[in-house]
């Protein structure tokens, strides 16, 4: 994880780091660092979070075009202020700064002890600096070519800038596996560099994404890209598409509460032109493209991580009851480590937010290497996954900062539906009458996700503070609600440190019934056509124990909303629509009760939002 951010200009470098770093905080928020060069190096910082960082430079010399910053999500080392980015060099004449991991950097560090190196971090990135700063010298070469020379040294994954007091007029950079993006400004020889583009978005929208294995030069104004096999090459400009309102909370208290809001338009443009429902067609060019694959697919398989793996459990039920092809659904970071059986008829599906998971990826690489065809939904535009993969579609969803994931899911969830829409029609598993139902009625679920938030936020609320001390929480669904269960039971786990367990409704009587008491709150989604009497008979066994009933139930429920504790009103759908509707509530009732905790919903405690190590 860690964001990274790099400026190169005429101007004075410290508030676009600043501001910079603020919006990569999502990304780790463990501690934050700059370096300023303006004939001298200067290196300012601390633990903690960018407010800090900002605290301690207040007053000191902040002077300097040349500049870097970084906001860590530790990996090695515990987060210090010793162990904050940027790292410097021996001399202290190079400074650098790095999100990913590097592999061998205790093979490499033992070597440059025993050269009479000495270290001040317990990190992987001094090394680094080390190591470049010892090529430099010995081999007498520039700083360009002595980072390409380290980096053939290196096993692992990064996005490194460098920036050197000897050379002021330089700024090295480079990627293998973390992402890096390079804004060139209209004023000549002004650039950006960061993790992604929202720190950029408000300078230049013309940027170019660096791929694996590439180093970017700007020199004397100038920018170059190389391999680090020394072959040059031509960078692709491309315009962001990202507005800069995107990025702001608009009004609401926490980006998480804006992402929730911002669902009947996430939705809506997730599944904007896809889908014609009056005349049945689809318009998605990676269906139309691969349509003689799906014809003739025997499995889909769909690695994914967190949330999106729970998306990928609800495209398992699309898949299987509309295209009738079996899904197998994997954890990204066990389906790699257990020798699958991979074919070139498989189709693998990977499901990623921030299209950077390091897990998703490297299951991708696997699965391409064994000759599969790989298909990406990913929100982050010109990310890692959508670039290696043949085929995908973008969820469209719109930024999302805060680390706990919302909008991206039901965005998701949206685009599996069309997908799973679309394989059945292509392998005429579906009739027209049914694909006139579901599109007709998937065409009303943006409207009933706004009517939704507008009836259920207040009630939300209240159930919330009903339940703001509860050490415990249970969450069970059937069939299509039990992937919901069990994002609900993470998305109160991670922002509010409840600990929360997702359930299939039936399977509580193997083992967690033993938990319920008075003390456990049981939250149930018992929507109407979801195995409603089944679900019915899950809350009387968890009554019959005295345990505290939430229900999310179907408007005009009268039999479960009866006993429930407390109920709160969807309105009613196909059933597999149900989650992009129950999950709402189980959202907001997750915002409000760690809102009520005083816990930080944006920025949990040991997380972040794109997990770029595995
Ligand atoms: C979601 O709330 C989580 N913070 C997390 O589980 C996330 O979904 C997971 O890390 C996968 O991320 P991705 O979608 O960016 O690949």
Redesign the pocket.
């Known amino acids: 994880m860690c964001g990274i951010v790099a400026y190169y200009g005429p101007d004075e470098a410290y508030d676009f780091l600043i501001k910079g770093l603020q919006r990569l905080e999502y990304r780790g928020y463990d501690s934050a660092g700059i370096a300023l060069l303006n004939g001298d190096l200067r290196v300012y910082k601390n633990k903690g979070k960018v407010a800090e960082l900002e605290a301690t430079a207040k007053g000191k010399n902040l002077s300097g075009n040349r500049g870097i910053g970084h906001t860590r999500w530790a990996t090695h080392g515990e987060p210090n202020t010793v162990n904050a980015h940027p790292h410097l060099s021996q001399s202290g004449d190079i400074a650098l700064i790095h999100n990913g991991i590097i592999e061998n950097y205790a093979t490499l560090k033992k070597v440059l002890i025993e050269r009479g190196h000495e270290f001040k971090s317990d990190t992987d990135t001094e090394v680094l600096t080390h190591l470049i700063e010892e090529i430099k010298d010995k081999e007498n070469v520039d700083l360009l070519e002595a980072v390409r020379l380290a980096l053939n040294e290196v096993v692992g994954a990064y996005a490194i800038v460098i920036l050197s007091k000897n050379d002021p007029n330089t700024l090295i950079a480079a990627r293998k596996g973390s992402p890096l993006v390079v804004g060139i400004s209209e004023q000549a020889g002004e650039f950006f560099l960061a993790s992604d583009a929202t720190p950029i978005v408000e300078y230049t929208k013309t940027v170019t994404y660096i791929n694996d294995n590439e180093i970017v030069a700007i020199q004397d104004g100038e920018m170059t890209v190389k391999t680090i096999d020394n072959e040059a090459i031509s960078p692709f400009i491309q315009e962001l598409k990202i507005s800069l309102d995107a990025l702001e909370k608009g009004g609401y208290e926490h980006f998480m509460l804006k992402e929730i809001f911002e669902q009947p338009k996430s939705i809506y443009d997730s599944m904007r032109g896809r889908f014609d429902p009056q005349n049945l067609n689809f318009a998605m060019q990676s269906l139309t493209e691969y349509a003689s694959k799906i014809k003739n697919l025997d499995r889909i398989i769909i690695v994914?991580?967190?949330?999106?793996?729970h998306a990928g459990l609800v495209g398992e039920y699309l898949i299987e009851e509309f295209g009738r092809i079996p899904v197998e659904v994997e954890y990204a970071s066990e389906f790699r480590y257990r020798n699958p059986i991979i074919t070139e008829d498989d189709l693998v599906i990977a499901?990623?937010?921030?299209?950077?998971?390091a897990d998703?990826l490297a299951a991708l690489e696997m699965a391409k290497e064994k000759g599969a065809t790989i298909y990406g939904i990913c929100?982050?535009v010109g990310s890692s996954i959508p670039r290696m993969t043949h085929a995908g579609a973008y969820t469209h969803a719109g930024p999302e900062i805060g680390?706990?994931?919302?909008k991206?899911?039901t965005a998701q969830v949206s685009v599996l539906t069309l997908l799973a829409l679309g394989i059945a029609d292509i392998r005429g598993k579906i009739a027209r009458e049914r694909l006139r139902e579901v599109f007709a009625e998937l065409d009303t679920i943006p409207q009933k996700v706004e009517e939704l938030l507008q009836s259920c936020n207040e009630k939300c609320k209240e159930i919330a503070a009903a339940y703001v001390d509860a050490p415990n929480c249970l969450y069970l669904g059937r069939g299509y609600n039990f992937p919901v269960a069990l994002e609900g039971a993470?998305?109160l786990k991670?922002i509010s440190y409840i600990h929360a367990e997702g359930y299939p409704a039936a399977e509580m009587k193997h083992g967690p019934i033993a938990l319920i008491d008075e003390n456990m709150p049981v939250v149930v989604i018992a929507t109407k056509r979801n195995y409603y009497e089944k679900v019915l008979s899950n809350i009387q066994e968890v009554k019959a124990r005295k345990g505290k009933i939430i229900a999310v139930v179907t408007e005009g429920d009268e039999k479960v909303s009866e006993i429930a504790d407390h109920y709160i009103e969807i309105p009613d759908t196909e059933d597999c629509l149900t989650p992009l509707l129950a999950t709402i509530p189980l959202q907001l009732l997750s915002y409000y009760i760690a809102v009520m905790r005083g816990c930080n919903v944006d920025q949990p405690r040991n997380?972040a939002?794109?997990?770029t190590v595995e």
């Open positions: 994914a991580c967190g949330t999106s793996w499901i990623s937010q921030s299209g950077e998971t998703t929100n982050v680390v706990a994931s919302t991206a899911f993470l998305k991670e997380l939002k794109s997990v």
